[in-house]
């Protein structure tokens, strides 16, 4: 597979109306792959590259566009800035919408590649920095561990009030299936498998 394709993204599962990864609802993609590897990592479904469907960011931008009552996108994974190039190509494409855009890296600031650095400066919000599991604290909002840093490239969200809180999204399929989104603790974690 390829990964610096400016045409094709490698996502691991998408989420149209989600509440609680940035502000509004939000269509949410999660990429697949990543190599930060980080130690306790909630999403390690996404690690993997050759797992996950193939899109043409063309045809994912279609989608978006014809998603009705959405602020913006949010990017997590995986790691979507190891996927920079097709995620900048959405993300210019999805500011001519005047959608926002939440962005989650795994990365810091300092790290970053040219094409990262504009994909973070185009972001209205950006969660950066690896997941540290012992700073692991689920009373924060929209980040996993103390270390990380949220960030507002754009400033259209600078003023925008965080309160720091456990979001979570429990979504039960037509088979049952039980899925979390968001950082649950472990007694919901478990609570969740049990059902």
Not at 2 to 31: A, K
Not at 60 to 79: A, D, V
Not at 162 to 182: A, H, R
Request: glycine residues 8%; hydrophobic residues 35%.
């Amino acid at each position: 597979m390829t990964y610096n394709s400016e045409s094709t993204l490698h996502i691991g599962h998408i989420s149209e109306h989600s509440m609680i990864y940035g502000p509004g609802i939000r269509f949410v993609i999660w990429t697949q792959g990543c190599t930060l590897a980080c130690e306790g990592c909630w999403n390690k479904q996404y690690w993997a590259k050759n797992k996950g469907i193939e899109i043409q960011v063309e045809h994912l931008f279609e989608r978006i566009s014809n998603t009705k009552g959405i602020e913006g996108i949010t990017l997590l994974g995986g790691e979507p800035l190891q996927q920079s190039f097709a995620v900048l190509n959405l993300i210019k494409r999805v500011k001519k919408l005047n959608l926002s855009v939440f962005l989650y890296t795994g990365y810091n600031v300092e790290e970053f590649n040219k094409i990262q650095l504009e994909c973070y400066n185009l972001s209205d919000i950006v969660v950066s920095g690896r997941y540290i599991h012992s700073e692991r604290d689920t009373n924060l909002r929209w980040r996993g561990s103390k270390n990380q840093q949220i960030n507002f490239p754009t400033k259209k969200y600078v003023d925008y009030e965080i309160k720091d809180m456990n979001e979570l999204e429990l979504i039960i399929d037509q088979d049952g299936k039980v899925s979390i989104f968001g950082y649950p603790d472990e007694e919901i974690r478990k609570w969740a498998i049990e059902i």
